[in-house]
């Protein structure tokens, strides 16, 4: 996640609870989760919140692995309004638990029950989300090989969920 993230953002990403197996899931965020700036005509705001548990599992991938415990990655405009917003929090008290996306006021969107919808989606990848950026909101990244590491990053998501 630490390389994807440097293709678009020199913003640190902090590790919150570490790495070691916990009922509470851990926390990875950027800027301690303030909206870190991404470079490009837009100077558009990204905002990444993930949970993660590490579990220990007895299978062929190994002894341990990490389970997303759910998201919140949202981008933003220069006035930190939100454009978008992927959300899955399974765990959390909203009885939205499945994956899915808001449209915020930074989109212009003026349809009061579209802006406060749950747009379903499956699974979004942090990659996916600074893919989109990067191609169709013109996010200039940080590192000539970004496509590169958003392709291997996506592999690595791919084969080892445990649902699509």
Avoid at 69 to 77: E, H, N, P, T, V
Avoid at 114 to 134: D, K, M, N, Q, Y
Wanted: proline share 9%; charged share 25%; hydrophobic share 35%.
């Amino acid at each position: 996640m630490r390389r994807v993230v440097s293709c678009a953002t020199p913003r640190i990403l902090n590790v919150r609870g570490g790495y070691h197996p916990s009922e509470k899931p851990h926390t990875v965020l950027i800027a301690d989760g303030l909206p870190a700036p991404l470079a490009g005509p837009g100077r558009l705001r990204l905002r990444l919140v993930h949970h993660y548990r590490i579990i220990e599992t007895a299978d062929e991938r190994g002894p341990w692995r990490v389970s997303t415990g759910g998201y919140f990655y949202s981008l933003d405009d220069p006035d930190n309004r939100e454009i978008i917003a992927y959300q899955w929090h399974p765990e959390g008290r909203s009885p939205m638990q499945f994956p899915h996306l808001h449209l915020g006021s930074g989109a212009g969107c003026r349809r009061e029950d579209l802006a406060a919808a749950h747009c379903p989606t499956g699974r979004i990848s942090v990659e996916e989300v600074l893919r989109f950026a990067i191609v169709d909101l013109h996010v200039e990244p940080l590192r000539p090989d970004w496509a590169d590491v958003f392709d291997e990053a996506q592999r690595n998501f791919e084969t080892w969920r445990r649902w699509p």
